[in-house]
């Protein structure tokens, strides 16, 4: 079985500051982790994959995420928030590499960007 | 990219009425397509995956007769929230598997209100 947890519903960051979402897994596999981001009534986009290949993942809209074994985590960071960068980000953990496969999401952090 | 289309992006209906959701995969054909359920401010939850040609596969605690989802092309999933009732109201999120590059592509929801 797989789950995974996110630390913090809601942050608050400032523009031109450091971006930082919590996420820890839980999994009897080697796991496959990915960040996605939601903006306002609109699906899923994917930000990065965690597929093996190197722990650290640079992803889209420069987010990057490093995965640590030892902490059973893949939080992901920004080192400067934009604006634009107001959404909700989930991330997910998936037994297979291919994020076609089932996903198990965690409950989502919503970040607010302040001016 | 891929895209994945839904239809309609948001629809209102009345108690006890049936309410129908397409999902297309726009650029690619998808073998498997996913449908998730989000309430307001949660999770995506992954009610079924939908396989062309075959039965849906459901959740535990999703009603098959109550959602019921048809995968009748490469293209096209559709899912059907029959006697409606205020609690059913959520926002549906489609996703497709391409078949090709096995990623997963979200569609952009269907917001549905029961009255």
């Known amino acids: 079985a797989q789950s995974v947890t996110q630390l913090g519903s809601h942050v608050s960051v400032s523009e031109g500051a450091l971006v930082l979402l919590r996420c820890n897994y839980s999994?009897?596999?080697?796991?496959?982790l990915f960040w996605y981001v939601q903006y306002p009534n609109q699906g899923l986009q994917l930000l990065l994959k965690y597929t093996s290949a190197a722990t650290l993942v640079k992803g889209i809209n420069g987010f990057e995420a490093e995965f640590k074994k030892s902490e059973t985590s893949f939080h992901l960071t920004k080192p400067s928030a934009h604006m634009s960068d107001a959404a909700e980000y989930f991330c997910?953990?998936?037994?297979?590499?291919?994020?076609?496969?089932?996903?198990?999401f965690g409950g989502g952090t919503r970040v607010l960007v302040k001016p | 990219g891929a895209v994945v289309s839904q239809h309609p992006s948001w629809v209102i209906c009345k108690s006890g009425t049936s309410v129908k959701i397409e999902c297309r995969s726009l650029d690619f054909q998808a073998t498997t397509m996913f449908w998730y359920r989000q309430f307001p401010k949660q999770s995506l939850m992954l009610m079924a995956t939908?396989?062309?040609?075959?039965?849906?596969?459901?959740e535990q605690g999703v009603e098959k007769d109550k959602f019921l989802i048809n995968h009748a092309s490469l293209t096209l999933s559709t899912l059907t929230v029959t006697s409606a009732h205020p609690e059913d109201s959520s926002f549906y999120i489609c996703s497709a598997r391409d078949w090709d590059s096995n990623e997963q592509y979200f569609g952009p929801g269907t917001r549905l209100t029961v009255t």
């Open positions: 939908s396989n062309e040609g075959s039965k849906a596969t459901y």
């Open positions: 999994s009897s596999v080697p796991p496959y």
């Open positions: 997910a953990v998936s037994p297979f590499e291919a994020a076609g496969n089932k996903l198990t």
